[in-house]
């Protein structure tokens, strides 16, 4: 018998440690939401997923929070894509070179709470307003938290993937030499604009892509930035969860594991799709 | 133009740590001032004297993130090895970024039950654990950078030379290793000292951490000490920054290296 045919205990670590607690986690869920164990076991039901798949609250809930993700890293990639081709080397000397890294440092509870005293009706910025004598008082200005449009959400989710996405581009322009690129580009004719278009934003979105995709499905699953400053309803789905698991009244716990089933499902599913894909595309450039 | 750009973005990266400054110092700071009209240092005296728990607080929420860093930095060095070499490794890397994929939120409610029949939910080893299921994740895709064609050749070296595995790990590959597993563990300590959804969760209002406290104090509309809290929670990394941009840059890096050598 081989000894290299004897399962690595390192990689089983890493399944258990990884997949372990999730997968439980799932048939958990599962069985609970069907009636089959837990305080309100009463025999296999699929009343609880009846019941939230047929309210619309549910389906509200995913795509807010699909919305406020992709509205979130769509956003901030447009202000990292825009700084970058604002700034260029810029960013890599002076002060700057160090105060990008500032916001890595900053949890999104601090992020929140930032928010809420800079752009809350009586945080620094209508202060400012006041100052300038734009506003009179806090209800003049524009409500930016709390609303169900979620831009509260979205722009305190930019102050915090904004500097970090700036900083991937920088470092995936240079690995991928884009500088050099666009200066063929230049030379052969093309003019800045074009350069930037069809040689450095597609190299950058090639090759940040897989990175990009993982950030949009942990901002799906944000937490503590839509708790404090987003609005009641619609919320987005890790806050839902939660409050519904949360509430006095245990009935509405079953529906909490529905919700959080579906939702776990989907993550997985688009985490799993984007893996494969790529499998796919590194296949095919290594038979290219 | 682009002078003035890169100032205006320096500013707004530093306002938000002047502004917590400047609230946890203020004492009377009302509609429409722009600055405050009082300050005073009560807060940070009561925080020294420990007398609102907060001192505690920091204490545990520091032997909470130094043992998650701990644990997770050793099992995930080890384990990151057979992941470099794994035929699978993309595989497993999609493992790896399955807690990450489903949100603490969702582990958290997921896992009470079990931790509760474990006794374990209410307690920090249980929110440690919890932690420890991403800490570990996060440090065993950090360190599969490691072990490239270099740290391979001289572990072959090594042992051609007659080298035990144990003369091997400990007078090789850990010297060779010791700045990234220095990143790791500070990686690491922060997932933990970040941590407010597991805290919630796993720790049913039993745990109290820097950031439960800091929630608390937010939610209860003291803003002063909410933001006291929140400077002591940026205290790691900011200090970490000014010491060594590598400790926080890791992120972008290794993400990066993760899905190159994949």
């Keep these: 018998m081989s000894r290299s045919r004897l399962p690595d205990p390192w990689i089983i670590l890493l399944a258990t440690m990884t997949a372990g607690p999730v997968l439980a986690g799932l048939v958990f869920m599962l ?12 025999g296999f039901t699929l009343r609880y997923w009846h019941d939230v798949l047929d309210d619309r609250q549910t389906w509200i809930t995913l795509a807010y929070s699909l919305t406020m993700g992709l509205a979130s890293l769509a956003a901030s990639l447009v202000l990292a894509l825009a700084l970058q081709a604002a700034l260029g080397a810029r960013l890599r000397r002076g002060a700057l070179r160090g105060l990008l890294f500032v916001p890595l440092a900053v949890p999104p509870l601090v992020a929140a709470l930032l928010s809420v005293e800079v752009l809350g009706n009586a945080g620094l910025l209508a202060r400012l307003a006041h100052t300038l004598g734009w506003i009179d008082q806090p209800g003049d200005f524009p409500t930016l938290l709390f609303t169900p449009s979620g831009i509260g959400i979205v722009l305190t989710h930019m102050t915090l993937v904004t500097p970090f996405l700036l900083l991937l581009l920088d470092r995936l322009g240079r690995n991928a030499r884009v500088a050099d690129l666009m200066q063929v580009a230049r030379t052969l004719g093309a003019s800045r604009w074009q350069a930037w278009r069809q040689v450095c934003l597609p190299v950058l979105m ?34 839902l969860i939660q409050r519904r698991f949360s509430q006095f009244d245990i009935s509405t716990r079953p529906e909490a594991y529905v919700l959080a089933s579906l939702y776990a499902c989907l993550a997985m599913g688009l985490l799993l799709a984007l893996f494969a894909w790529r499998g796919r595309r590194e296949v095919g450039e290594r038979a290219s | ?15 938000p740590l002047v502004l917590l400054v400047l609230l946890s110092l203020a004492r009377h700071w009302t509609w429409p001032a722009l600055l405050p009209a009082e300050l ?3 807060q940070w005296r009561d925080l020294f004297a420990d007398a609102n728990g907060l001192g505690t607080v920091v204490l545990r929420s520091l032997g909470m993130g130094v043992g998650v860093a701990v644990v997770a930095t050793t099992l995930g ?19 790896l970024h399955l807690p990450f994929a489903v949100s603490p939120v969702v582990l958290g ?23 420890l299921v991403f800490a570990y994740a996060y440090a065993v895709i950090l360190l599969s950078g490691f072990w490239n064609q270099r740290a391979r050749s001289l572990e072959e070296l090594a042992s051609s030379l007659g080298a035990g595995r144990r003369q091997v790990w400990l007078h090789v590959l850990m010297p060779l290793a010791r700045p990234l597993l220095g990143v790791c563990l500070f990686q ?8 407010y959804a597991l805290v919630l969760l796993i720790g049913s209002g039993q745990v109290s951490t820097l950031t439960m406290t800091l929630y608390q104090y937010f939610s209860s509309g003291d803003i002063r000490l909410a933001a006291t809290c929140a400077l002591l929670l940026l205290t790691p990394p900011l200090l970490a920054l000014g010491l060594n941009h590598q400790l926080l840059s890791a992120t972008i890096v290794t993400r990066l290296e993760a899905y190159d050598d994949e």
């Design chain 1, 31 to 42: 069985l609970y939401s069907t009636g089959l164990i837990g305080l309100l076991a009463h």
């Design chain 1, 206 to 239: 090639r090759a940040g892509m897989p990175v990009l995709s993982v950030y949009f499905i942990a901002l799906m699953g944000a937490f503590e930035v839509p708790l404090l400053v987003g609005a009641q309803y619609p919320s987005m789905v890790s806050v």
């Design chain 2, 1 to 15: 133009m682009r002078r003035v750009l890169a100032w205006m973005l320096s500013g707004m990266l530093v306002l």
């Design chain 2, 40 to 42: 005073q240092v009560r």
């Design chain 2, 77 to 95: 060095f080890a384990s990151s090895r057979s992941l470099a070499r794994h035929a699978r490794k993309g595989r497993l890397l999609a493992l």
């Design chain 2, 109 to 131: 409610v997921s896992l009470l039950y079990a931790f509760l029949r474990l006794h374990l939910a209410g307690h920090m080893l249980g929110v440690m654990l919890a932690q």
């Design chain 2, 188 to 195: 690491t300590f922060l997932i933990s000292w970040f941590d």
